[in-house]
């Protein structure tokens, strides 16, 4: 179970604008959060993965404190076991399909698992590409795969789908499917 009560104040091309959320979500749930436009989306997932501190609450993840102002605990990102899909997809253009997936591999992983993860976002066929070769769509499920790579205990997505035209939104809808299966 993730629970997580955030406050920060968002400077916004309106203003300030205050944010609270105060959300429990059992483990195995698949949420959407959606709003508008500047509501502060991204920068609630920003902060469950410790890219931006709030301002105040907490962030619990079953029962490991990752962030709480009251106890002055603010685990650093690469220690909360979260996969972070970015809606830029922040791939590195010198590495090819499978060392971008090889990425996010921990050592103790087996080597088959990328292979595994090609398949399964149905990249196999340009694990020998090259990032700037990869349509829209091919580089999400590059950065879905290399997310997922890290066996995550909470993967982020931030806009998954907006880049995509409805065929391979409806591809990504099915691959996200079987990833949370």
Known sequence: ?????????L??????????????????KFVSLYGSSGAGKTSVLRMLAGFMKPDGGHVMMNDAVWFDTQKHINIDPQQRKIGFVFQ????????NVRENIAFG???????GFVSELLELTGLTMLASR????LSGGQKQRVALARA???KPLLLLLDEPL??????MRAQMKTTLLEVHK
Do not use: R
Request: glycine share 4%.
């Open 1 to 9: 179970m993730i629970d997580f009560a955030l406050q920060k104040k």
């Open 11 to 28: 400077h916004t091309a309106d203003g300030e604008m205050q944010l609270q959320v105060n959300v429990q979500i059992e483990s195995g």
């Open 88 to 95: 830029d997809y922040a791939l590195f253009p010198n590495m």
């Open 105 to 111: 591999l921990h050592k103790n992983s087996t080597p």
């Open 130 to 133: 090259k990032i700037q070769t």
């Open 148 to 150: 997922i790579a890290t």
């Open 162 to 167: 907006s880049a995509i035209d409805s065929v």
